[in-house]
């Protein structure tokens, strides 16, 4: 009898070719195995045919669950009041949190299974003899590793290890990733063996702005669901001096910002964020890349340099820090972070320095001063900084 056999396994199901085959390979790895598919919108109905006929096709359980309203709460929500807020949210990194990796892990025990898997392009680095060799999992020593470290996926185009930062021990040792040692041309001939019915359009990354297959552009949805304000927009003052994320310099720069040229008008500040090119339309002049939000005024601050300083940081407070190990390193902390999704990784130090606080501020738990060696452009507050050594998830952050 193979050693897997009795142990049962979730397998997160959306229809497309990643979770079809990680469900394959589970079930020729010997696991009992379940396939769940999550009903988080209301263009759902496609993606649950395509999971349907794949649990058919492998003879393997099939259950729907419809969390529409949780995923409308905790999602949707939180991506249209973030806008609202002047902040620029990654919502992918709050459904794994929330829903994939906090619902489904509710289920996986209700169900009295062993593990939770899904599609994700990421490893687990631990020393387990469950383990068996054709999921291509490494091991690293003889002895039990109960320190489950996360690790970015070896195909770097596909890697998702960015959106994982959120989890904890205690959901890591429940968790199986099986494409992880694969790239996605091994995983579409699997498929394509297999004989695997699967969706053919690859899944978008913010799934709930596509409908019957077709992308809502971004700003639309918006406009739909915010009530928006039209404003200034003004070239920012090149003789500013440039506020710092940490405080500094923001008399000096709120003197210089009466010099500042109205140049033509927004269209709502929740429509915009820092560095964005597309979408201010101001002719003859331009282009012009956006620099300041500014709810306070309802001003949108740009300049026409890509390269202008103030397009550009080199320190910033982040909260919500998750450790992937469960413990906070020895501070300061030399790594290399992730701001965005697909964004070069870049040296940092992460410290804790109460005095770059405002007189009176009390630290909360969890925040931290992020100091790059040099700057980088861009850093957009509700975006994830997530910190690397080399190949191995240490932590992350919102980025505030």
Known sequence: MNKNSKKTVVVAMSGGVDSSVAAYLLKQAGYNVMGV????????????????????????????????????????????????????????????????FGVLLKLMQELQADYLASGHYVRLRREDTRYPPTLKLRRTSKKQDTNIKLIKGIDKEKDQSYFLYTLEQKQLKHLLFPLGEYRKEEIKKIAKKAGLPNLKTESQDVCFLVNEGKIIEHNKFLRER???????????????????????????????????????????????????????????????????????????????????????????????????????????????????YRHK????????????????????????????????????????????????????????
Request: net charge positive; with cysteine; aromatic share 10%.
């Open 37 to 100: 598919f999550m009903r988080l919108h209301d263009n759902y109905e496609e993606g649950e045919r395509a999971a349907r006929a794949v649990c058919k096709k492998l003879s393997i359980k099939f259950y729907p669950l419809s969390i529409q309203e949780s995923f409308e709460r905790e999602v949707v929500e939180y991506f249209i009041k973030s806008y609202a807020a002047g902040i620029t949210p990654n919502p992918c990194v709050v459904c794994n949190k929330v829903i994939k």
């Open 226 to 340: 915010l009530k928006l304000t039209p404003g200034d927009i003004k070239e920012l003052d090149p003789s500013a001096l440039r506020a710092s994320p940490l405080g500094k310099g923001r008399n000096a720069q709120k003197d210089s910002r009466s010099k500042n040229k109205v140049i033509g008008r927004h269209k709502g500040l929740p429509l915009y964020t820092i560095g964005q090119r597309r979408g201010v339309e101001i002719g003859g002049t331009g282009p012009y890349y956006v620099a300041r939000c500014d709810y306070k005024t309802n001003t949108l601050y740009v300049v026409n340099d890509p390269n202008d300083p103030a397009l550009f940081s080199d320190e910033f407070f982040i909260s919500n820090v998750n450790w992937t190990s469960g413990k906070e390193p020895k501070m300061p902390y030399s790594a290399s972070v992730v701001i965005r």
């Open 345 to 400: 990784a870049v040296p940092a130090k992460i410290k804790i320095e109460d005095s770059c606080l405002p007189a009176g501020t009390v630290r909360f738990k969890n925040n931290y001063i992020v100091k790059l060696n040099s700057p980088i452009r861009a850093v957009t507050p509700g975006q994830s900084a997530v910190f690397y050594d080399k190949d191995e998830v240490i932590g992350g952050g919102i980025i505030d």
